[in-house]
């Protein structure tokens, strides 16, 4: 149940409501607004690379199931006036009105001229300011619940192609007396040439001192180059967890010394790409990689039709050190020569041979074979496909591994630090220490590795058994009165009489009498004194019946105070 509740998503656009779906692991997530500097003459080189990169982006946005990335989106355009070309909407299922803003985006003209570049710079303080207030505004009036708790804060994003420390020195300049206490960060992203990296010649960088740093809030800038892929990992950072609360991760090594305190290495974690499963669509492969039936495609037509072979056109030879585990997904399936028995022995013995070609030619010189699929005409016709990439890799046995590889769409920026100095003495020397206490292993064997799966399904499953229309209870709780043979055959024969399509109330309780287990012989086993000692057995008692249950009578001897089966 929990699993469904966080795959829960709200795809109302934003006139339906205010709900926002905020889940545990991305609860501080904040709102975004981004603010494109469109002034001419550069609008005219930067604008489709722009709007194209923005468009693919909300495109892959909305369309995300699973936790909530962005919360909200709002849109600005800073041209020979600030204009709000979409205010805070859902970005969830709300691609219709996404993409009628970025083309609203790009229909402003990109030719002309401005009077000056201080004017660009006080329409882009305008727009940050009015971005501000309506973030207020909108949380003042449809926060409730988890969003008022975690959507406080907001990320305000300024994409521009003038000199990015001009830009930085403008707004740090006019946003000095702002309140500024919800927003979060104000990133600068300027889009330069080719040519022009690191190049600011109109900023005067002499005065970009310590003084001038007085938002009180993380203010950056960042270059890209002018292209649809850069553009694109700079808003694919929206998707990440943006949490930073806490740390994500510890990794625990054994002390060096007799401490029986281990020595924690504190860590975050960070997505290297969008899982294929959190997109609803049907690609022909690499969404579902758990088995053969998820690996073939889907047949269409009759049930009884079986599936067709999947098709993968080799397109480039690899080296095996130069592909990255991190690009990689899914479960591997082990690839085999068919044993198929419709293939004639010839067929069959050839086919083998290509095989094993195939895999020690590859194996011996190191290399993988990068795989297309091989479009399907029938399932593509008159629509565009989603077409996956596998790699290929041989082991020393006569098999491959097939591995999914992830495209470019749903790779996210993923840049680990780099550091040019060694680590300090002590730090290596403590985890030299560490790794010293631990076993060392030359192969990877999974049969030594136990994951308490066993136990865990056993302990579950016993915990949740089903519900049986009776359940063992206490002799003494259902003991009934005591009473006569007689009575009781009197009591059965009652019940005979009254009719069994008689509907019972909700509340009605039948009480049907059996003949007790036999008894030791007595003496007097027609007397009524005490009965005999006997063992006690526990009474069933059922949950519920929709009809009455014709009773058994009791035989001549039996103990007229035996256990009973009440029926509820």
Not at 395 to 402: C, K, W
Not at 448 to 473: A, D, E, F, I, T
Request: a neutral charge; charged letters at 20%; hydrophobic letters at 35%.
């Amino acid at each position: 149940m929990g699993l469904m509740d966080n795959r829960k998503r709200q795809t109302s656009s934003s006139s339906s409501g205010s709900l926002v779906f905020w889940s545990s692991s991305f609860s501080r997530q904040p709102a975004r607004v981004l603010i494109v500097e469109a002034l001419p003459p550069c609008w005219s080189n930067t604008c489709t690379g722009l709007c194209d990169a923005l468009d693919n982006f909300l495109s892959l946005a909305c369309s995300l199931d699973g936790p909530c990335r962005i919360p909200l989106l709002s849109l600005y355009a800073v041209s020979r006036q600030q204009e709000c070309l979409l205010p805070f909407v859902q970005v969830r299922g709300n691609l219709a009105r996404l993409h009628s803003s970025v083309e609203e985006l790009r229909s402003i003209p990109g030719e002309g001229c401005i009077k000056s570049a201080a004017k660009g710079g006080d329409l882009l303080r305008q727009a940050v300011l009015d971005s501000l207030q309506q973030f207020k505004q909108y949380i003042r009036h449809t926060s409730t619940g988890n969003q008022a708790r975690s959507n406080v804060s907001v990320e305000v994003t300024v994409v521009t192609s003038q000199p990015g420390r001009s830009v930085v020195l403008q707004l740090e300049s006019g946003l000095k007396e702002a309140d500024l206490v919800s927003l979060r960060r104000l990133l600068v992203v300027q889009i330069v040439g080719t040519g022009d990296w690191g190049q600011d010649p109109h900023s005067p960088e002499a005065t970009m001192t310590e003084d001038s740093l007085m938002l009180g809030t993380e203010v950056d800038l960042q270059q890209v180059e002018n292209s649809v892929f850069a553009m694109e990992t700079v808003l694919k950072e929206w998707l990440q967890e943006q949490g930073g609360d806490r740390e994500h991760l510890h990794l625990l090594l054994p002390s060096p010394s007799d401490n029986p305190v281990p020595v924690c290495v504190k860590c975050d974690m960070l997505e290297r790409l969008i899982s294929p499963a959190l997109i609803p669509l049907t690609p022909s492969l690499g969404v579902k990689t758990e088995g053969i039936r998820d690996f073939l495609p889907a047949v269409k037509g009759p049930s009884n039709q079986s599936p067709t072979q999947q098709r993968l056109k080799a397109i480039k030879v690899l080296h095996a050190d130069g592909v990255c585990e991190s690009v990689l997904y899914g479960l591997p399936l082990v690839i085999r020569p068919t044993t198929c028995w419709q293939l004639d022995w010839d067929e069959m013995e050839a086919n083998n041979n290509l095989f094993h070609a195939l895999c020690q030619t590859l194996w011996s010189k190191d290399l993988l074979l990068l795989l297309k699929v091989e479009p399907d005409k029938r399932s593509t016709a008159g629509g565009l496909g989603v077409y996956s990439h596998y790699v290929l890799q041989p082991s020393p046995s006569l098999s491959f591994l097939l591995k999914p590889v992830a495209s470019r769409e749903l790779l996210l920026p993923c840049s680990p630090p780099v550091s040019n100095q060694d680590p300090s003495p002590n730090a290596m020397q403590t985890i030299q220490s560490c790794l010293s206490q631990l076993d060392e292993d030359f192969l990877l064997n999974p049969l030594l590795l136990s994951s308490n799966l066993y136990q865990h399904l056993r302990s579950r499953g016993l915990l949740s058994q089903p519900r049986y229309p009776y359940r063992l209870q206490s002799t003494a709780a259902h003991r009934e009165q005591p009473q006569t043979a007689e009575s009781s055959r009197n009591a059965v024969g009652r019940q005979h009489r009254q009719p069994q399509n008689r509907q019972l109330g909700s509340n009605t309780k039948v009480k049907a009498t059996v003949a007790p287990l036999p008894s030791a012989p007595s003496s007097s086993s027609s007397s009524l004194g005490p009965p005999p000692a006997k063992t006690s057995r526990p009474a069933l008692n059922f949950l519920s019946s929709s009809r009455r249950a014709p009773a058994i009578p009791l035989q001549e001897g039996d103990n007229d105070d035996s256990d009973c089966i009440i029926l509820q």
